[in-house]
């Protein structure tokens, strides 16, 4: 939906900025990339959707992307909802960790040389 009633009006704006022009066409060619870090570092998950329906992101690369993030960090946060009453315990422990672990990941690949936009 974002795509069909906002992409007109980023055009407009994509015209004005080369640079947003650049930011837009990265966005097309390393979708998959740019998605899957986005939703590893557990951003709000409709901004990045209605981000990628105002982005030139396929659909394919943003669904499996999506897909491919939902698994763990789904598993990881549910765990973590379910050990929050026992903060010292070693469950609570390790799925905070594994929490920050997630969002740590676009950092560390990003040190690691792997470029997304």
Avoid: C, H
């Avoid at 650049?22 to 709000?44: C, N, Q, W, Y």
């Avoid at 009453?85 to 929490?99: D, G, K, T």
């Amino acid at each position: 939906m974002t795509r069909l009633l906002g992409r007109q009006s980023v055009e407009r704006l994509l015209n004005r900025s080369e640079r947003i022009l650049k930011i837009d066409k990265k966005m097309e060619d390393a979708g998959f990339k740019t998605v899957l870090m986005l939703r590893l570092f557990s951003l709000p998950w409709d901004m990045i959707s209605y981000s990628a329906g105002l982005s030139r992101v396929k659909f394919r690369d943003f669904y499996t992307a999506s897909l491919v993030a939902i698994v763990p960090t789904s598993f990881v946060y549910t765990y973590f909802g379910s050990t929050v009453l026992r903060p010292f315990s070693i469950e609570f422990i390790a799925s905070f960790l594994a929490i920050i672990a997630f969002g740590s990941i676009p950092y560390i690949l990003k040190r690691l040389g792997w470029k997304t936009i």
